[in-house]
C-alpha cells in the first residue's frame, strides 16, 4: 500500500499544482522492485513517471522503449520510476507478458498505487477522479529532489523516450554553468551564453544581436 509522508495528500485539494522549482513531494509505496522511497533517490536524478494503466497498447510500447534505453539514463546517473493504479501483482503479470513477448525485461521500479494517493499529491490525476486513464505525466527530479521539468500527455499518445533523453541532456547541460540550452539542442552543439543586461554590452556588441545571442561550444559529456 503507497503512503505520503507529506501531510499536503491528505488535504481536499491536493498538490496538483506543482510548478517546476518546487520539491518534489515525498512518499513510500510497494514497488516491482520491493518498497521504494521518493527521497531515497536523493544524490542523482530522478524520472518519475506515471501510466494510465497496465496490459494496455500505448503503455507496453513506452515500457518496452524505457526498458531498452535503461542504460541510456543509467549512464547520466538517472533513475526510472514508473508509477499507476494497477496492484503490484498486475504489475508483476504484466512485466513477464512484456518479457515473453519482446524479449527484454522492465527492471525499473513500477511502484503501485490503487488509491490514488501519490498521483493526486503530484496532479496526475484530478481530485475526484476513480481512476488516473486520462494522463500520462512525467517529472524530472534533480539530485536535490526539486523538480526540473515536466511533460503530460494524453492516454492516447504515447512519451518519447529520445526526447526523455534530450531533456535530461539540457538539464544537466545548463546546470554546468550559466548556459542555456536551445531549441532542438543535443549534446555537442553550441549552448547559449546567459545574456549580460548591462548597457554597456549592448552598446558595445559589434552585430545587433551579439548582445544577447552568444554561443559557447562543449564537447559532449556523453
Known amino acids: ?9 491528505e488535504r481536499e485539494v491536493p498538490c496538483a499544482g506543482l510548478r ?6 515525498d512518499f513510500s509505496a510497494r514497488s516491482t522492485t520491493g518498497d521504494v522511497r521518493l527521497s531515497d533517490y536523493r544524490g542523482r536524478w530522478l524520472i518519475l513517471f506515471s501510466h494510465p494503466a497496465d496490459f494496455t497498447p500505448v503503455c507496453t510500447t513506452e515500457f518496452v522503449a524505457l526498458a531498452g534505453s535503461a542504460d541510456e539514463f543509467e549512464r547520466r546517473d538517472c533513475a526510472l520510476l514508473a508509477l499507476s493504479v494497477d496492484s503490484l501483482f498486475s504489475h508483476f503479470a504484466w512485466l513477464r507478458l512484456i518479457r515473453d513477448r519482446y ?3 522492465v527492471r525499473f521500479p513500477i511502484v503501485e ?13 484530478a481530485p475526484h477522479d476513480n481512476d488516473s486513464a486520462t494522463v500520462r505525466t512525467t517529472f524530472f527530479i534533480d539530485p536535490a529532489g526539486v523538480i526540473r521539468a515536466m511533460t503530460c500527455y494524453p492516454a492516447n499518445v504515447g512519451r518519447s523516450t529520445p526526447e526523455m533523453l534530450r531533456t535530461l541532456d539540457a538539464l544537466q547541460a545548463v546546470d554546468d554553468g550559466p548556459v542555456l540550452a536551445p531549441a532542438n539542442w543535443v549534446p555537442g552543439e553550441a549552448l547559449l551564453v546567459q545574456p549580460d543586461a548591462s548597457l554597456d554590452s549592448v552598446f558595445s556588441a559589434k552585430g ?10 562543449r564537447g559532449s559529456r556523453k
Do not use: N, Q
Not at 517546476?20 to 513531494?25: E, H, L, Q, R, S
Open 103 to 105: 524479449d527484454i525485461e
Open 113 to 125: 498505487d490503487p488509491t490514488l494517493v501519490i498521483g493526486r499529491a503530484y496532479g496526475m490525476v
Open 208 to 217: 545587433h544581436t551579439d548582445w544577447f545571442m552568444k554561443e559557447v561550444k
Open 1 to 9: 500500500m503507497s503512503e505520503m509522508i507529506e501531510p499536503a495528500a
Open 20 to 25: 517546476i522549482g518546487d520539491v518534489a513531494p
